[in-house]
């Protein structure tokens, strides 16, 4: 998995950062994906749950190669089947 490909792939158990969201609370949430649906990404961090809005936000996913990508969050809206179908 690329970078460039990042939002075709299985974004579940990656570990991310919120690095822009118009709410201030979530600026900086930092945790592993655990689940996603339509619009949110439910991230574990510090052993609790939160949801996250995909839309308005940018978000630093790792790779797992280590390597670091930075995703506008309306370009990940949908469910992960119909983001593969876009390839």
């Known amino acids: 998995?690329?970078?460039r490909d990042l939002i075709f792939?299985?974004?579940?158990?990656l570990k991310i950062e919120v690095v822009y969201s118009p709410n201030i609370c979530e600026l900086g949430i930092r945790g592993k994906v655990v689940d996603e649906t339509r619009n949110l990404l439910i991230v574990r961090s510090n052993s609790s749950l939160r949801r996250i809005e995909?839309?308005?936000r940018v978000f630093k996913f790792v790779l797992p190669c280590?390597?670091?990508a930075y995703v506008c969050g309306?370009?990940?809206v949908g469910r992960p089947e119909e983001r593969v179908k876009r390839v």
């Open 54 to 56: 995909k839309r308005y």
């Open 66 to 68: 280590g390597k670091r």
């Open 1 to 3: 998995m690329s970078a």
């Open 74 to 76: 309306s370009s990940i």
């Open 9 to 13: 792939h299985e974004l579940i158990g």
